[in-house]
Structure formats: structure tokens, C-alpha cells
């Protein structure tokens, strides 16, 4: 599940905090209660994992409104993503800015994105594949 949105947001930072709000807001209202957050923005990771200090922050406002939306869930990680791990993320927000207003919500993976879930998807498995016989 994803959405894209169109955020009138002056940087690519405050664009993926709007982001995580609206996401974690949505998985909320679907009663999910285990989530783990991948951002790929290190200095977010960093913000979301230590909200009690960004207080004087010009975001801080947003900020707090997640960590209070964070109480809900039973298990909640914030995970650094490194961008090129991050394909999907990346190009359902291209889709975004290049909407003129509004939301979409995505139930299963948008036909522009596809290829890119799917080398994503091939490379975990591969991952956890290598892992697994490590383990042996």
C-alpha cells in the first residue's frame, strides 16, 4: 500500500514529514498496530527518533503530531533507508509532484511503478536468501 500527494511544502524535508504524517495517519484509520517507517532522509530519521528535542524547530508542530499518532501503535521503528534502496518511495512521490492537487492512495503497486517494486523485491529476496544460508 502507498499514496502520493501534492504538498505545497518549500523543501524536500518538510515534503517528507507532510508525507509520514499523512501515512501514519492513514495506517491509524486501518487499525494497523505494528508499522515499521523507512524514511531516506538520514536528518528526518534522526528528528523522528528524538522529537522531544526538535521542540524550537520551524516543523516541530508536525513533529509532535506524530509522536502523539505514534502512541497508538503497539510496535513503531524509524528505519534509514538509504535512497537508492528507496526506489518505490521515490517515484510515487514523482507522481505526486507531478500532480496538480489532491491525494491518491495506491492498493496495489501503479503500473509506472511496477518494474521498480519488482527489481526492489528480487533484490530483498536475494538479500534474505544470502542471509538465510549464512545462517546454515
Do not use: W
Not at 82 to 111: D, F, W
Amino acid at each position: 500500500m502507498g499514496f502520493s500527494s501534492k504538498y505545497n511544502a518549500i523543501t524536500a524535508f518538510a515534503t517528507e514529514l507532510l508525507a509520514v504524517r499523512e501515512g501514519i495517519a492513514m495506517v491509524k484509520r486501518l487499525e494497523v498496530k505494528d508499522v515499521e517507517l523507512e524514511v531516506d532522509a538520514l536528518s528526518l530519521s534522526v528528528m523522528l527518533n528524538s522529537a522531544s528535542s526538535t521542540l524550537h524547530h520551524e516543523l516541530a508542530a508536525v513533529v509532535k503530531d506524530i509522536e502523539e499518532d505514534i502512541k497508538y501503535f503497539d510496535t513503531f521503528e524509524i528505519l534509514h533507508v538509504k535512497r537508492t534502496h528507496n526506489a518505490v518511495a521515490h517515484e510515487l512521490a514523482q507522481i505526486g509532484m507531478s500532480m496538480s492537487v489532491g491525494h491518491r492512495l495506491y492498493l496495489t503497486c501503479p503500473e509506472s511503478v511496477l518494474p521498480i517494486y519488482n527489481t526492489e523485491l528480487a533484490a530483498v529476496a536475494a538479500l534474505n536468501a544470502d542471509e538465510d544460508s549464512d545462517e546454515e
